[in-house]
């Protein structure tokens, strides 16, 4: 049997009423995003970037996380042939389309309308998924330009300014809690990427966890001077956005780094006591364990902290493998 892949991107805007999408209209009537073939040597990335620019005239910039595979059946000229394609999302810049040869005119729909005109169950999927992913994407968006501005906001300020932002899947399954940034974290405005970071990754990996398929982040978002604790005062006033992202993410499960994560999200201040405690917090179930500083200073607790993440790996939901929509006579890319 042929096979073929290729790869698309759903493009969104925002206005006064609401997200839209666009769509391309073929000569049938037909609505299809911006989608082709994947060249030799080419990526899914590269690939979408190039057809949105060819099918659209748009130049975008890709959603981080956010990425699709359906497949389907089709046939063409009496051969079956089997399609895999990999779609991602960006928001548009501009309005401005241009459309190719291909296509005889465009469509900005909304969720409720791009349903009902979409012919094929696989790409309603795909639209529906977007839908749920942009509208976190916006929303966390909204959340860290407020976050940001606090330093100005409360006046009094001793941490940095540099606002460090959360990193990963907005739908991720395991949402990972530490104290707040080290001066490496500041310097590149990411989480864990210092020495703490490479330590955690290597105990991620021993539960069969990505870092990449985890939102890390911490209470405190700004780096305290000198590496010292966040007063409790900081911790109050960072405490209500971390809620308000654990809120967007809806994550099964909270992994609680340190006394301080522990302590803000769970009530439970004394790690040491209460490593491998499992409780049931904001709608997540939370598992406590140290903080990856404290177990690069200690062997011991290096030890005590692999052995929460084995409690972790019975924690986390099983990845099932995606339901793809079979279709026959479905033609074009």
């Known amino acids: 049997m042929k096979r073929e892949y290729s790869a698309g991107a759903i493009i969104y805007k925002n206005g006064r ?32 970037l190039r057809e949105v620019k060819e099918e659209t005239g748009l ?6 996380h956010f990425s699709v595979w359906t497949s389907y059946f089709f046939r063409q000229e009496g051969e079956t042939i089997f399609k895999k394609v990999h779609f991602f999302a960006a928001r548009a810049r501009s309005t401005k ?3 190719s040869y291909e296509h005889k005119g465009y469509a900005w729909l909304g969720l409720r309308d791009a349903l009902k005109r979409i012919r094929y169950d696989d790409l309603k999927e795909v639209i529906e998924k977007a839908y749920s992913y942009i509208s976190r994407y916006e929303a966390m968006e909204r959340l860290n330009n407020e976050y940001a501005k606090i330093p100005k906001a409360l006046g009094s300020w001793s941490l940095s300014c540099r606002f460090v932002p959360g ?5 991720a399954q395991i949402m990972l809690i530490g104290q707040a940034p080290g001066r ?3 310097a590149r405005l990411r989480p864990f990427v210092g020495r703490s970071g490479m330590l955690l990754d290597s105990l991620l990996g021993s539960a069969g966890i990505r870092r990449e398929s985890a939102y890390i982040t911490s209470v405190v978002q700004f780096f305290p001077p000198e590496n010292r604790m966040p007063t409790q005062k900081e ?4 405490l209500p956005f971390l809620k308000r992202q654990i809120e967007i993410i809806k994550p099964e499960v909270l992994l609680l780094m340190g006394n301080v994560a522990s302590g803000a999200v769970a009530g439970i201040s004394n790690v040491q006591k ?38 972790l790996m019975g924690l986390m939901p099983r990845f099932q493998p995606a339901k793809h929509t079979k279709k026959r006579g479905r033609v074009g890319i």
Do not use: Q, W, Y
């Open 97 to 99: 389309i241009r459309i």
């Open 17 to 48: 009423e609401g997200m839209r999408f666009l769509f391309l209209i073929k000569e049938d009537g037909d609505c299809d995003v911006p989608k082709g073939h994947i060249e030799k040597g080419e990526g899914s990335e590269s690939a979408a």
């Open 235 to 238: 911790i109050n006033a960072c």
């Open 274 to 311: 209460s490593h491998g405690t499992i409780a049931e917090r904001l709608g997540s179930k939370c598992l406590i364990t140290f903080h990856p500083a404290a177990a690069l200073r200690f062997r011991s607790t290096k030890e005590l902290m692999e052995g929460d993440m084995k409690l």
């Open 167 to 171: 990193e990963g899947p907005l739908d």
């Open 59 to 64: 130049s975008i910039s890709l959603i981080r």
């Open 184 to 186: 490496f974290e500041d």
